[in-house]
């Protein structure tokens, strides 16, 4: 299979983890079935703040090297070059169920957006991400993408932007640091909103995709996070 240009194609390509990615990280960072009253019953900062410990945990354990070497001929193949670098730091996204600040339903994931959104740097235009679910992932939980968004030209999206703070997040506090965003944009025109559909993932699966590829809105309507 020509993975390249499938990859073009459809902005996206799935793989198998193996047995080793998941087993590490519930030796390395948490295990998911027995940690999952601890979070749940957390609130407000103490909860942010657990996800961080969480996050920089993952992030020690180098289990994102430990991807890329593994998947290092697909990579180099989607990059079009050996000439790559990787982030050795990742988020660990934890969105819980039916959420609310202060009375008032409020998101712990995303929006939909492309990356250029919130970077401007050359490298964000050509920068793959790698999405990999960990637990309770489903219809009712996963994230979302617009199918063939890709293809749509920056200057073509009407955008929205929130002030900061009037989404509750400030630059620098513990949302903004679990990589919630402070003056999030909101595609307003220029795609059709209304074709998100689920990556269509299983545990033990993940997903490459272009950073172009309209992507987010991870929510959870589940009773688990």
């Known amino acids: 299979m020509n993975f390249k240009s499938k990859f073009d194609d459809d902005g996206l390509i799935s793989l ?33 703040k657990q996800v961080l410990l969480l996050q920089r945990k993952f992030n020690d354990s180098n289990l994102i090297v430990k991807f ?33 600040h202060n009375g008032q339903k409020a998101d712990e994931f995303l929006g939909f957006h492309r990356e250029v959104f919130y970077g401007t740097s050359d490298y964000v235009k050509k920068q793959i991400n790698i999405h990999i679910p960990i637990f309770n992932y489903n219809a009712l939980t996963a994230m979302k993408y617009v199918p063939a968004s890709h293809l749509i030209a920056d200057e073509d999206l009407l955008l929205e932007t929130l002030n900061e703070g009037e989404n509750g997040i400030v ?38 995709f272009k950073s172009d590829l309209i992507h987010g809105a991870g929510g959870n309507t589940t009773n688990q996070f």
């Open 16 to 48: 198998s983890l193996g047995p080793q990615f998941l087993e590490k990280f519930k030796t390395k960072v948490f295990n998911f079935p027995e940690y999952h009253n601890k979070l749940m019953a957390l609130s407000g900062d103490a909860f942010y």
């Open 171 to 208: 630059r620098g506090d513990l949302k903004h640091l679990n990589g919630l965003m402070y003056a999030p944009k909101k595609i307003v025109g220029g795609c059709d909103m209304t074709a998100a559909i689920p990556f269509d993932l299983k545990i033990g699966e993940a997903v490459v």
């Open 68 to 100: 890329c070497s593994d998947n290092k001929s697909l990579l180099t193949e989607l990059c079009g070059s050996q000439m790559f670098s990787y982030s050795g730091s990742g988020f660990l996204r934890v969105v819980r169920p039916n959420v609310k």
